[in-house]
């Protein structure tokens, strides 16, 4: 009997903490490579149904849900590779939800890095920047060694104030974590997706939803390097089945 496993490149999105930019970021990323022709297969950590919903009008395709916590790992295991497996589809964004390593239980067995884990997913990390700078690379270094075995491969960086923030992030960094800085968002004065206490507003409800989207790829397309960020989700290694 031989061993099967696939290949399917794949990033899943995460940050330090709830708030940090990931969903903007995330639908960002997935109407970008749409627009270079990508197919995408969108998924959320979790069973959020609003984060769902605008993923799968920027993919144009239905987002799936994995919950580690409603769900068995074989369970998401088969979930991911029935929907990210297709034939036609070039890479799977995953968004997680909170920070890194939160869940309900101490083990972290249900976070978003159990997820990368189970899934062989590299995580590209979005950090907030308001208000600090080198502190960033520490916290970024404490998640590298909290667990090694999450494949955190790069950093987008958001909230960004200026070039000299930019840099100064980017250079503590890549210098004390050894992991680069594929983007640097900056702190935008337009408000493109409204929020309210849950979070986004249901596509259904935003009048100008594809708009909003279309200038999330735009805002990808100019402050992230997309080659770099194609080339980390095709490192991806083998899913075993």
Known sequence: MHDISYHIPKILISALRGGSGKTILSIGIIAALAKRGKTVAPFKKGPDYIDAGWLSLAAGRPCFNLDMFMAEANAVCRSFLKHASIPNIDLAVIEGNRGLYDGPEADVSTSSAALAKLLHAPVIFCLDCAKA??????????????????NIKGVILNQVAGLRHENL?????????????????????????????????????????????????????????????MAIAQSASRMPV
């Open 133 to 150: 700078t080198r502190t960033l690379a520490a916290a970024v270094l404490g998640c590298l060694h909290f667990d090694p075995d999450v």
């Open 169 to 229: 992030v980017r250079s503590s960094i890549e210098n004390h974590c050894g992991i680069p800085v594929i983007g640097a968002i900056p702190r935008l004065d337009t408000q493109f997706f409204p929020e309210r206490h849950m979070g986004l507003v249901p596509t259904p409800e935003h009048f100008w939803a594809t708009d909003a989207i279309r200038s999330a790829a735009g805002m990808v397309e100019k402050h992230v390097d997309m080659e770099a960020l």
